[in-house]
């Protein structure tokens, strides 16, 4: 049976709807992260688990126990809820050392001393933080401090983790170093996690399963690998990982690159029931995309208007008439020169129709 | 970069040199011969003598009444100010904001006229409080004695609490709610967080509008003036006064007059640095990154209940004095009764166009106020411009002597005016309206200073640069670059003057002569002389005129802001 569980959860500011309805699972040492642009919902729907904002309608679950429900008129207060919580600007305590910041959730609940001191000090060493422990948090640095949040997290050995976006205030290598830490902590303690990032290639190396909101609705929930490998609309496809799409216009039961003559037809054609629908859109990844010769099946044949060495890579970008792709290859793969004609295959493909 | 270019060089020579003349002339001299007035006697440096002026009853009486009223205003003040603070930031009180701008309003009344007010309505035997209550309550002894300690006390905490309760708000609004949401579900309940957390880490700004509190209170005229001199108490201020008043300049009073003066300013100096120290030391960065909003306590049964209590607060403390003020002024008599038949407009008709020496006193203000305002203004410019934009050598010392007037009372400063300019040294300024001048540019050039600064301090180096760099001289570049852009900050500076002077009474009251009264010292005197009624009035036209300023310039920064 599911541990964490939200039934029907909607917030409401005023008349804006935050989160719509939200029904969700969260499996007992799941990681769980929530993914969507700034505004989706997904900080307000972990502060609603965390219980620092009320639900306008639906139930929260952890266990057997009823943590919010306006219906039931009941309602948890965040002190009674027993979970760790790491915030996005650290929020340590300046006033408080590195260890006392660490024992507070413990001495809040009235431990015995010697147990405190032997938690605390767990927790301090699972978190490379033990030589700090009698320095104030606020000469440590970005990473130091986010450490001592997720001792002070640790110490109550919670069985729900909720970390709000807590390594967008790092610097790029450290953020990748901490995820795995975070990463090695749950394996070794077994709590859920409960993750909100607007970075996808965080929440791709983190969890279970991702759920990528938009605007307070669920749009895909799913690993990792079926959210990038098979992404369920066109928004999902365009906000994990790079993305291509070209308009496709319909013309005597013929599919064309809009604004141009080139002809998507063979196996590549959409199915006749979507041809001539409106905002038809294929969509394709950039590292998915060869060139091939003139005249293979299927391909499309457009102009290379940009040509960049990256390294690793080569970014091209290839036009059909006004709408451009970009294309990715290996820096071994040498391909067409800027200006120069070119046929390019795709090794995967979807078809969107609609605004989105 | 400037010190390179051909005639730049002496235009920075130029305006450095006036900058140090101004600052020396108006504000070093008079604070210098202060000490040298206390610790030079019959050609000497002499300290036995500091000691024995001290040991005098009434000069140490002074000492130890100003430390009394001090500490008991800080610690009331603090009290309060951090309460309603905590109320209107943190708690579901209804129409917080408009309860946040009412305690705000003590800042902009001079506490002269309060403590006047308060003698009206609770001095022991003419009080109306009072009055009626032995009267009609029929008790035999008064409710309450405001020429008392205490009564000081009560009546400074109403206008110098928000000091602590504007840097309070100010800590508490700023402070990231993600450090108390993680104490919350840390298993930390409401009052735990107060106390552990919120309070320790706003604890630098309780602390350093405290100090403010002694700062004010230490040197603080007016209220012991009106409400101590009845049963013989005196501060270090009002002592300065009454003995340079009283024998009319004599060696001997000018001898105890600095020494008081020093020991007032050696204390705000530690109080300053103290607060340097608490604000650069214990500052936390409690600044938060995306900001949700903080947890606001429900009061429930107290919601009500404390609403009614901030109404009282402002009620009693603001607009019951406010009311008495007028209603007063419109009496016939001072101790007839407030019926429509003893009520008229007649003294404020009187004050505003018959009675000279009310007339002279808004004139005098106005002009004051006026002239010092502008003077101050450009100089400040000037100087900061100096300080903030150009490197030469001694500039830090102009920085020292611009900041010295915020740690030197306004008592001081116009004993060092009397001492610099009544014709020792060749000038005679004395009992002419310009002494009062002089004193004003020197009280209030660290607030032109400040304004200034820190609008030039928002022009970068690179402005002027490209500027020049388009083939501007260091005067063009000046002229249309740097002017217009810090015209916000000097016209901030007019103002932080204009309004300040038109309420003055700690240093004109020293400087003035029966011509010379400004608005403050008026009221006061007229009140002295037992012209309660006139004095009223006109406490009643200065509050109309200061509320009006206040007003237009909020209209005016509002303006600039949009």
């Known amino acids: 049976m599911s541990y964490i569980r939200l039934v029907d959860v909607t917030k409401q500011f005023g008349k804006v709807t935050a989160v719509d309805k939200l029904n969700l699972e969260i499996e007992k040492g799941e990681c769980f992260s929530m993914l969507g642009p700034s505004g989706c919902g997904k900080t307000t729907t972990l502060r609603m688990v965390a219980g620092f904002e009320d639900l306008s309608d639906g139930e929260v679950y952890v266990g057997d126990n009823l943590l919010s429900s306006p219906k039931k008129k009941y309602y948890l207060p965040p002190e009674k809820r027993n979970f760790g919580m790491v915030f996005q600007a650290f929020a340590v305590w300046p006033h408080l050392s590195v260890y006392e910041n ?78 795995f830490e ?22 791709m190396a983190l969890s279970d399963r991702i759920l990528v909101m938009k605007l307070g609705v669920v749009q895909q929930i799913d690993t990792p690998f079926n959210v990038y490998n098979n992404p369920a609309n066109k928004f999902v496809f365009s ?26 037809a063979g196996a590549l054609a959409p199915k006749a029931e979507i041809l001539g629908a409106d905002g038809l859109t294929i969509a394709t990844r950039p590292s998915e995309i060869s060139f091939v010769s003139e005249g293979t099946p299927d391909s499309l044949r457009g102009v290379v208007t940009r040509k960049a060495f990256l390294g690793e890579i080569i970014d091209y970008q290839v036009k059909f008439g006004d709408q451009e792709i970009r294309v990715q290859k290996g820096r071994r793969d040498i391909g067409p020169e800027v200006g120069e004609n070119c046929s390019v295959a795709f090794s995967r493909h979807f078809w969107y129709t609609g605004e989105e | 970069m400037s010190i390179k270019q051909k005639g730049s060089f002496g235009v920075a020579q130029i305006i450095l040199f006036l900058s140090v003349a101004v600052l020396v002339v108006v504000v070093a001299v008079p604070v210098l011969l202060i000490f040298f007035n206390a610790f030079w006697a019959d050609g000497q440096f002499n300290i036995e003598d500091v000691l024995m002026v001290l040991k005098q009853p009434d000069t140490y009486q002074a000492l130890i009444n100003s430390l009394i009223i001090a500490i008991g205003t800080t610690v009331g003040s603090t009290i309060v100010g951090t309460f309603f603070a905590w109320l209107v930031t943190r708690t579901d009180l209804p129409y917080k904001t408009f309860m946040k701008s009412m305690f705000l309003v003590p800042f902009m009344l001079p506490s002269f006229i309060g403590a006047l007010a308060w003698k009206m309505l609770l001095s022991p035997n003419a009080g109306f409080i009072n009055r009626y209550w032995m009267d009609t309550l029929g008790f035999s002894s008064p409710l309450f004695d405001i020429y008392s300690y205490l009564g000081i006390m ?9 000091f602590v309760f504007i840097q309070v708000c100010g800590a508490l609004e700023r402070m990231d709610p993600t450090l108390e949401e993680s104490a919350r579900i840390s298993g930390a309940g409401l009052l735990t967080i107060t106390r552990k957390i919120t309070i320790p880490l706003v604890l630098p700004s309780i602390i ?26 005196f501060n270090i201020p009002t002592l300065i006064y009454q003995k340079i008043h009283q024998s009319a300049g004599s060696f001997e009073s000018i001898r105890t007059g600095t020494v008081l003066s020093t020991v007032l300013v050696a204390t705000a100096a530690l109080i300053i640095w103290l607060q340097g120290k608490i604000l650069s030391k214990g500052h936390y960065q409690i600044i938060g990154g995306k900001s949700f909003r903080p947890m606001e306590l429900k009061l429930r049964g107290l919601r009500t209940p404390l609403f009614l209590f901030c109404l009282a607060y402002i009620g009693f403390t603001i607009v019951l004095p406010t009311i008495v003020i007028f209603l007063v002024g419109g009496l016939k008599t001072y101790g007839l009764a407030f019926t429509w038949e003893n ?18 006193a808004i004139f005098n203000s106005l002009s004051l106020g006026l002239g010092s305002a502008f003077i101050t203004m450009f100089a400040g410019v000037m100087i900061s411009y100096v300080i903030v934009k150009m490197r030469v050598k001694g500039k830090g010392i102009l920085e020292f002597l611009g900041m010295l007037p915020f740690s030197v009372p306004g008592s001081v400063i116009a004993l060092g005016v009397i001492l610099a300019w009544s014709g020792k040294y060749g000038v005679n300024l004395y009992n002419t309206v310009w002494i009062i001048l002089v004193a004003y540019i020197a009280r209030y050039m660290a607030f032109s200073l400040r304004a200034n600064s820190a609008a030039l301090e928002q022009v970068h180096d690179s402005l002027i640069e490209a500027s020049r760099s388009c083939g501007a001289t260091m005067w063009q570049s000046l002229k249309d670059i740097v002017i217009p852009l810090v015209k916000p900050g000097m016209l901030a500076a007019f103002f932080l003057i204009f309004l300040p002077s038109l309420r003055e009474l700690t240093v004109s009251i020293m400087l003035y002569s029966p011509t010379t009264r400004t608005i403050g010292v ?25 509320i009006l300023g206040q007003t237009i310039i909020n209209r005016f920064t509002k303006k600039e802001g949009a």
């Open chain 1, 182 to 203: 975070i990463k090695d902590l749950q394996k070794k303690y077994g709590f859920s996690i409960m993750y909100v990032t607007h970075d996808q290639s965080e929440a």
């Open chain 1, 239 to 264: 906000f994990i990982g790079l993305s291509n799409f070209l308009n496709v216009n319909a013309a005597n039961g013929k599919a064309f690159i809009a604004g141009s003559e080139v002809e998507i």
């Open chain 2, 208 to 233: 350093s509008g405290a100090l403010l509190v002694m700062l004010y209170s230490m040197a603080h005229f007016g209220t012991v003036a009106v409400l101590g001199i009845e049963n013989g108490i």
């Open chain 2, 343 to 360: 009520l008229s407009l007649d003294n404020y008709k009187f004050i505003l166009f018959d009675y000279k020496v009310t007339k002279d």
């Open chain 1, 102 to 179: 660490v024992a507070f959730p413990l001495r809040i609940r009235n431990v015995e001393a010697a147990e405190i001191d032997k938690r605390t000090t767990e927790a301090l060493r699972a978190t490379n933080l033990l030589k700090e422990a009698n320095n104030s948090p606020a000469n440590l640095s970005g990473g130091g401090k986010q450490r001592v949040a997720l001792a002070r997290a640790l110490a109550i050995n919670p069985d729900v983790m909720l970390l709000d976006e807590p390594l967008s205030s790092l610097d790029p290598h450290l953020r990748e170093e901490m995820r």
């Open chain 2, 522 to 546: 008026a009221i006061y005197t007229l009140n002295e002389d037992g012209e309660t009624v006139v004095s009223a009035a006109l406490a009643g036209i200065a509050l109309i005129l200061i």
């Open chain 2, 154 to 162: 009560i009546v400074e905490v109403m206008y110098l609490f928000p």
